[in-house]
């Protein structure tokens, strides 16, 4: 018995999206900022107020989700548009997830665009698709040209296949940008209090630009606060007479915007 949830291998599966094209965590920490202050693998909570703001939870035919607000509208048009296409497919859809704030499956850098409420993944029957296996099940094979239309990009293109996920594409993510439709960014998490090991992205890459100019480190700016951002941060602090923790708190971050170069 063949069922909308079986597996069916990927052809040209690099080539399935057109030029549609995904989000990258540089156009996202420009254009929203980042959700919080720091990431593992485990789901967390938005803690930028400016995006907690855009965060909804609304119905979108099949089920509830909770994510960006521009997102869940074009995706509940996008579901409509496979109810009437594919309508053994849209009563077997299921929502494994819209907003959830974390990296990525098995890196230790890159911010899932989960964390921004801009993909979901689906299930099928009840039943996730397996990643990584270069097959997708049969039903997101239907469905994702209409998925395509309505400007989502296809996870079954990423690197490590990924085919329950879709996520809004980075060619609407600019036009909504230019339309305004998000306010001002803010690169900060308003309630993060201090950066330290684990945290990622521009304040990071400022603090170790600073710590660079400063003292003459020779610290990596890659905006990842990592071991040797960290050593630097205690040797800066030496120097500078404050509290010797490797925590970039208010302290630290006044030192670091008013110090003389060495
Ligand atoms: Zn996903």
Request: contains cysteine.
């Amino acid at each position: 018995m063949s069922s909308i949830s079986d597996p069916l291998p990927l052809t040209a599966r690099e080539t399935l999206n057109g030029d549609i094209l995904p989000l990258t965590n540089n156009l996202m920490l420009q254009v929203l900022g980042n959700p919080r202050g720091n990431y593992d693998q485990s789901c967390q909570s938005v803690t930028n107020l400016t995006i907690r703001k855009l965060i909804v939870t609304e119905n979108v035919g099949p089920f509830r989700v909770t994510g960006l607000k521009p997102v869940v509208d074009k995706l509940r048009l996008a579901l409509a548009d496979v109810k009437d296409e594919l309508p053994n497919v849209h009563s077997v859809l299921g929502n494994a997830g819209m907003l959830c704030v974390r990296l990525v499956r098995n890196s230790k850098t890159s911010i899932s665009n989960h964390s921004w409420g801009c993909a979901i993944d689906f299930t099928l029957e009840g039943k996730l698709d397996a990643r990584g296996d270069n097959k997708a099940q049969k039903g997101l094979i239907a469905m994702h040209p209409i998925m395509n239309r309505h400007d989502f990009y296809w996870g079954a293109s990423f690197r490590t296949e990924d085919s329950m996920h879709f996520e809004i594409s980075r060619q609407q993510m600019l036009a909504w940008q230019k339309e305004g439709a998000f306010g001002q960014a803010s690169p900060l998490p308003e309630e993060a209090t201090s950066i330290s090991v684990g945290d990622r992205g521009p304040e990071v890459e400022w603090i170790q630009e600073r710590l660079n100019i400063l003292n003459g480190f020779d610290v990596e700016e890659d905006g990842i606060f990592g071991p040797a951002t960290r050593a630097s941060v205690i040797e800066f602090q030496r120097i500078h007479g404050l509290k010797a923790d490797g925590v970039v708190g208010p302290e630290t971050t006044k030192a670091l915007k008013n110090a003389e170069a060495q």
